[in-house]
């Protein structure tokens, strides 16, 4: 059964701190996605990703596919950045057939 | 706006009483799924459709069922809720399957009594 691992499940930082989110799993994979989760209860979709690296503003999302890890960082955090990060990977047995299986979220608390 | 929505955003009801909480998206997606979201679980799929009249279940499909009759919509049914049922739901769409990036709707809380 496909595992995912986030670490840490609560993070307490200063604003303007280097923050690091790490996700792993334990099937091989097509893709993998970094979800971020409102305290309202909003979920926006930040990266997807299959190899390598992506940057979108502050965020950074890295994936090692032969390690069956990923991390994401963000630069410059910033309260606003306070939010529930959850890792999502789609298995290679997918074509939809297996949907998503998320991890249970890292709690980031960004404080001025 | 390429959104999705879901109604009601908030409901209480009773043990046994049928329910139906809608989803609806106007970005022409093929796939739709919905999620349960319970504290030290997370997220866990319970159905998902690959397209019109294509659906399947996910982790934990009992006690629910779904219809995919127009592309746009993908309607989670509760035929007899249970207390167990009482979570926060999201439907989510994307282009093609789960590989693509997911368009959350803004979740519905659910509270079976």
């Known amino acids: 059964k496909n595992e995912v691992e986030q670490s840490p499940q609560n993070l307490t930082a200063q604003e303007g701190e280097f923050i690091t989110i790490n996700c792993s799993y334990s099937v091989g994979i097509s893709a993998l996605h970094w979800l971020q989760q409102h305290p309202g209860g909003g979920i926006v979709s930040l990266f997807m990703l299959s190899s390598g690296k992506k940057k979108h503003g502050r965020l950074i999302a890295t994936i090692n596919i032969q390690e069956k890890h990923s991390s994401l960082h963000i630069t410059a955090s910033h309260p606003r950045d306070s939010a529930v990060y959850i890792c999502a990977v789609f298995p290679h047995s997918g074509g939809g057939a297996d949907g998503l299986t998320f991890g249970k979220g890292t709690h980031l608390i960004i404080q001025p | 706006e390429a959104q999705v929505t879901q109604n009601p955003r908030y409901l209480i009801t009773v043990t046994g009483k049928k329910l139906t909480v809608t989803c609806s998206q106007n970005m022409n997606h093929e796939y739709m799924s919905w999620y349960r979201q319970d504290p030290g679980l997370g997220l866990r799929q319970i159905y998902y459709?690959?397209?019109?009249?294509?659906?399947d279940k996910g982790d934990v499909p009992e006690g629910y069922k779904v219809s995919r009759k127009e592309k746009r919509n993908f309607p989670l049914i509760l035929e007899s809720p249970s207390p167990n049922q009482t979570s926060l739901y999201f439907c989510?769409?994307?282009?093609?399957?789960?590989?693509?990036?997911?368009?959350f709707g803004p979740g519905t809380r659910l509270t079976v009594t």
């Open positions: 459709s690959m397209n019109v009249e294509v659906t």
């Open positions: 989510a769409s994307s282009s093609a399957s789960a590989y693509n990036e997911q368009y």
